[in-house]
């Protein structure tokens, strides 16, 4: 199967991703964990003051969050993008509302953008953030390249915080196992999302197609699929090690407190809905 090519790929469905964060699962348990670890959790000194980079910030959703939120009040906040229509919706929100973030478009795996890859190298932060960029890594190389990224622009006590689809093998397994042709599907209607791939065996690096539904409905048109290559946590945590990385934690989520009751009622079940395992937070730090 070719390669992911994610630039051409978000150019294409750049507005259908901004949109999609109604999802519920985005909206109540991804943002929330994510923002949480970033911040440092509840017994963290925070992000108030400090630099924070984002990479594969897409449109700038997080950027923004991390930046204006007074419980965030980061510092500095960059954002990289290797596709363009991401990252001049990114600059479009920030010069009519400017925040102070800077945006830039660089292929973190390898040497395309707008002549800022040596800006971006040379940045020294804080804190790394990457919300959903290791599923465009198709080999433990490029795994390793995303997670030593990270790593350069980190120094001693940096974090790098992360979600990511996870290849969690026993319910890919199980979900094969009850397919009648080669490949499986894991959905969840009540967090709107599936997982579909064709491929005759659960491998590290299988791509698999992923479809949000924007108000949790399979019915409504507010949709979008997109091809991520999925990794086990095992596989990533050798890759962050590698990087040189020197600790991996993978957080339970946390659901909002303000989240609806039938969100917060289906959270309580998050442990047995399987396709929520294929979902996965970390925080990585150096010593
Ligand atoms: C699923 S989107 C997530 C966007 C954003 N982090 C968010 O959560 O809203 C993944 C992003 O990673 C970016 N990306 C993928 N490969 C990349 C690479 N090699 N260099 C920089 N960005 C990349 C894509 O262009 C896309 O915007």
Redesign the pocket.
Known sequence: MATVR??E??NDI?FD??TI?TNKFKRWVEETTFLDAIVGGGCGDGVRGKSVL?????????CRLIKENSGYGAGNVYG????DA?VEEAKRIEKSAPRGISYYR?????SGGDGAGDTVSDLRVDVCA????L??ASSVE?LRK?CSFAARALGSGGRFVS?TTILNKPSFEKAAAAADAPGGVLASDAWGFSIVWEMDSVRDGMLADVTLFGSCSRDVATRVT?PNYFWSKDAITGALLDSGFDRVEWLVPLVAADAPGDVANEFGRINRTPALDAVGFFVATKK
């Open positions: 994610a630039r790929l978000y750049a991703y901004s964060k984002d990479l594969g910030c897409g449109s700038g959703h997080f990289v993008d290797v596709c991401m660089v292929d973190l795996l390898g990457a919300a959903y960029l599923p465009y490029e995303f979600v997109f």
